[in-house]
């Protein structure tokens, strides 16, 4: 256990582990943490995770030595004992099965440079079977936006979304998830005029600041951005000019938005018509229109689909390519934009260039002295369906698939078909129960390094504690496992983080020209121009970064979600809360979050409830065919009717157990956001649900 008072901290501005705005904070007296001046919070703001991210540092529950599976269970082992059974472990599926049966997980709350590593230590082995969190949240956005624009980030900065003169906020709730920005750049051109348009399915925060509010039926998101997109053309709301210059396809979308009903549309996703229409006049009237979109929109088997619909939008009024315009994603964790630029996903390589593009692996491996592999890996959710066949062993880096993964509790059981598995993580979660090793690796307050916030500005950790116990850094985990692993054990002869961030700028173009020393305190933003030394601030203003002068326009059809409603059955779609974050593992060892919100609770409408005989507090069970929970009930009308809503953040009530698997044929992200589920009451005298809510994860 590691002892608080054998261990030293000194405060130095590095950036908050939670949500990708990109806080700055460093380390106060009795283990706070204070904000800082930074490139974001410019005041100093932070949130309540923000306050708290040190309490997890010194928690009572931090690995500090090595564990390795002996007769079924962990006993602590020195550290070269177990990386030599890490290395044979993985060496034997290697030899036996080839690299392509190694699956890597690489972690969105990491550095840039610990990411870039593990996916090197992949590619180096043989295999692109790398993957990261940004699947189950993002990837349908940056599927769709790569293909029309070229680029799967936010098209613009939070500082220029305050010149907006209408913010269209869909499947997002940026006052509850990035409080901070919310408050300094959204709010603000709220108060100077700007009209907010709220689309989801329930009425929380954000709402509040709305001047219309679509609760649609999750699933709808098409019909909903369809008929607004009809709106736009039946109104004389497009931008001619530059649906002239910057756009192809036009007339084929025009004839297909004629035969979209908009009453009809809205029928389907439960909304006034009159809403819609004032939603679309409200944003085609607007001199720049922004679009902020989070996973309310993209978590679903047509999530590509949904930000394809709403690109259109985009471009029918051309708020592309001028500040306070644009398709503005928000990420979730501190480095899930970082993570992807750097290549920890499996059909690219750092900086987006296709694995399937010759000319882009040589010139990796120019840098490597060696050649990635040129077809494209398995993504996660693919990898973990076929754990124990094509999929013997896994290395997993500071992530949790064993309760983020939709339908958990098979995959939770899948991580025993391997023949081998190790992590590295600050605790023994959920997926750490699975493995043969467990390496104690660093919390984001005793590393080095950059991450990549949501609006593209890489920005530098610094160091405030040292390290409890015998744990050692994750960076130095990775290059000791990289030159273990493979037969190139100088390619992983970094000096430190900064060297690995020198070679990245080599081999992903994006940050070509990026140093340590220009980032300094501030921030340097991608795409980034070596020979002006500046980054790009709002994308496609003159081509878009196809290199095109013009994007396509899109037809897209509605697409059922995959989990057909039975009789009495209600849609179970999840989400965060503003005290917790992704599984829990962090924000429920903080006594002080815990305190704000301690348990989960199923908003469900009062007219659900009343129908059945279910009332406020009361315990319920909530259950499909791929599981049970058992919540309590918060009966509220903020959740529209025929629609239940809870979190994914306590391992009980564990709600990816009840998720689908179904898969975006694009993008491969999974259907968080809708799940038919029947909802009872507990039968009285039935003893509660147990369940650990500060470790069972």
Same mark, same amino acid.
């Given at each position: ?49 923000? *306050?708290?991210? =040190? ?12 564990? $390795? ?18 290395? +044979?472990?993985?060496?034997? %599926? ?73 913010? =269209? ?10 409080? $901070? ?17 709220? %689309?989801? /399915?329930?009425?929380?925060? @954000? ?95 047509c999530g590509t689909d949904n930000v394809h619909a709403l690109l259109n939008l985009a471009l029918l009024t051309g708020n592309v390519g001028r500040p306070g315009t644009g398709v503005n994603p928000l990420r979730g964790q501190n480095n899930v934009q970082g ?14 260039? /296709? ?8 010139? $990796?491996?120019?840098?490597w002295g060696v050649e990635p592999p040129a077809e494209p890996g398995l993504t996660e959710v693919e990898a973990t369906h076929r754990f124990g066949d094509e999929v013997r062993a896994a290395v997993v880096f500071g992530e949790n698939p064993a309760v983020t ?8 059981? *899948? ?22 090793? $467990? ?14 916030? @949501? ?73 980034? +121009? ?13 081509? =878009?970064? @196809? ?13 059922? /979600? ?8 209600? @849609? ?14 962090? +924000? ?56 239940? =809503? ?34 009872? /009451? ?16």
């Amino acid at each position: 256990m590691p002892d608080p008072t054998e261990r030293s901290f000194e405060s130095s501005p590095t950036v908050c582990p939670f949500c990708g705005v990109g806080c700055q904070i460093e380390y106060a007296d009795r283990g706070g943490a204070t904000g800082v001046e930074g490139a974001v919070n410019a005041k100093g703001e932070i949130c309540p995770k923000g *306050a708290a991210a =040190f309490d997890v540092v010194d928690h009572e529950d931090r690995l500090t030595e090595p564990l $390795v599976r002996h007769d079924g269970h962990f006993v602590t082992a020195p550290w070269g004992e177990a990386l030599d059974r890490v290395a +044979s472990g993985i060496g034997r %599926v290697v030899d036996e099965h080839g690299p392509d049966a190694v699956q890597f997980f690489a972690s969105s709350n990491c550095t840039n440079e610990e990411n870039y590593v593990l996916q090197k230590l992949a590619r180096v082995l043989g295999t692109n079977n790398v993957d990261n969190c940004a699947r189950l949240c993002h990837s349908s956005t940056v599927a769709a936006m790569s293909e029309r624009f070229g680029a799967g980030a936010m098209t613009n900065t939070l500082d220029d979304l305050r010149e907006t003169d209408c913010l =269209f906020v869909n499947g997002a709730n940026p006052a509850e998830q990035h409080p $901070v920005a919310f408050r300094s750049y959204l709010l603000p051109a709220i108060r100077d005029g700007a009209t907010l348009v709220h %689309v989801d /399915p329930r009425a929380n925060d @954000t709402t509040e600041a709305a001047d219309v509010h679509l609760p649609l039926r999750p699933g709808t998101d098409i019909e909903v951005a369809n008929a607004v997109a009809a709106v736009l053309v039946e109104e004389d709301l497009v931008d001619e000019s530059f649906l002239d210059e910057r756009t192809t396809g036009f007339d084929r979308l025009r004839g297909h938005l004629a035969g979209v009903d908009v009453a009809a549309n809205a029928e389907a996703a439960g909304v006034d018509p009159e809403a819609i229409r004032e939603a679309a006049r409200a944003y085609g009237e607007a001199d720049r229109a922004a679009i902020v979109t989070g996973m309310g929109t993209s978590q679903h088997r047509c999530g590509t689909d949904n930000v394809h619909a709403l690109l259109n939008l985009a471009l029918l009024t051309g708020n592309v390519g001028r500040p306070g315009t644009g398709v503005n994603p928000l990420r979730g964790q501190n480095n899930v934009q970082g993570t992807s630029d750097v290549g920890g996903l499996p059909g690219v390589l750092p900086g987006y260039e /296709p694995v399937t593009d010759a000319a882009a692996r040589e010139r $990796v491996a120019e840098v490597w002295g060696v050649e990635p592999p040129a077809e494209p890996g398995l993504t996660e959710v693919e990898a973990t369906h076929r754990f124990g066949d094509e999929v013997r062993a896994a290395v997993v880096f500071g992530e949790n698939p064993a309760v983020t993964e939709p339908n958990a509790t098979a995959v939770a059981s *899948a991580f025993d078909d391997l023949d081998f598995c190790v992590v590295i993580d600050l605790f023994e979660t959920a997926t750490a129960k699975h493995a043969d090793v $467990v390496l104690p690796g660093s919390a984001w307050a005793e590393k080095a390094g950059t991450v990549t916030n @949501t609006d593209r500005r890489v920005m530098r950790m610094r160091p405030n504690a040292d390290l409890p116990g015998n744990a050692r850094r994750d960076f130095e985990i990775l290059t000791d496992l990289g030159q273990r692993l493979t037969d190139r054990p100088d390619a992983f002869d970094h000096d430190g983080p900064e060297a690995a961030f020198e070679e990245l700028t080599r081999v992903a173009p994006i940050y070509e020209g990026m140093s340590y020393a220009e980032i300094g305190g501030g921030y340097q933003r991608w795409p980034f +121009s070596a020979s002006d030394g500046a980054g790009t601030d709002v994308l496609h203003a003159e081509t =878009f970064a @196809t290199g095109e002068r013009t994007a396509p326009l899109a037809v897209v059809d509605p697409v059922p /979600p995959a989990d057909e409603l039975d009789a009495g059955e209600l @849609t179970l779609t999840t989400g965060r809360v503003m005290q917790h974050f992704n599984s829990g593992a962090l +924000s429920r060892r903080s006594d002080r979050l815990v305190a704000m919100r301690g348990e989960d609770a199923l908003q469900i409408h009062p007219a659900d409830a009343a129908d059945r005989e279910i009332e406020d507090g009361d315990r319920v069970t909530v259950s499909n065919e791929r599981g049970s929970v058992e919540v309590a009930a918060e009966v509220t009308p903020a959740v529209r009717e025929g629609v239940v =809503f809870c979190t994914f953040h306590y391992p009980d009530p564990l709600a990816n157990a009840l998720t689908g698997d179904a898969l975006d044929p694009a993008a491969k992200i999974p259907e968080f956001k809708h799940s038919a589920v029947a909802v009872e /009451p507990v039968a009285e005298g039935d003893a509660p649900a147990e369940g650990d809510a500060a470790g069972a994860d």
